[in-house]
């Protein structure tokens, strides 16, 4: 794992980080993406939701040979462009199960803290984020 990068560092790619999109709504892929989720929802001020997926305990270990809806989808998304949020992408099969389950929305645009997205901040080596003791 590489270094720890400040709050600061990380706040400021979230203030510089800029969307072609209007979206209707951010859905956090619950538990990761929840705090990115909240940081931009301070910015972009659109109604967010939660999607309760699990494939990791918290040292990263599988839980899972795939991912798992943990509890239902229990908000409207027919017709919405959507922000889908994580904090970390490494496989992709965590977004790629959310994307699949989202299909009645109009449009998905993904977004990481760190790794491959269609907006991310980082797209390096793991790193601890600095909201996680």
Same mark, same amino acid.
């Given at each position: 794992m590489? *270094?720890?990068?400040?709050? *600061?560092?990380?706040?400021?790619r979230f203030r510089e980080i800029t969307f072609q999109e209007q979206f209707d709504m951010i859905v956090a892929i619950a538990n990761g993406g929840i705090i990115p989720a909240a940081i931009l929802n301070q910015r972009l001020n659109l109604r967010m939701e939660l999607l309760r997926i699990n494939l990791r305990d918290p040292s990263q270990k599988p839980l899972f040979e795939r991912p798992q809806l943990v509890s239902p989808i229990d908000f409207d998304i027919k017709g919405k462009t959507i922000l889908l949020v994580e904090d970390r992408i490494k496989t992709g099969a965590t977004v790629n199960f959310a994307i699949d389950l989202l299909y009645d929305a109009r449009e998905i645009k993904t977004f990481a803290v760190n790794g491959k997205a269609?907006?991310?901040?980082?797209? *390096? *080596?793991?790193?601890?984020?600095?909201?996680?003791?």
């Open positions: 590489s *270094e720890l990068k400040t709050f *600061e560092t990380v706040m400021q269609d907006y991310a901040l980082y797209d *390096e *080596e793991c790193f601890k984020f600095p909201w996680i003791q």
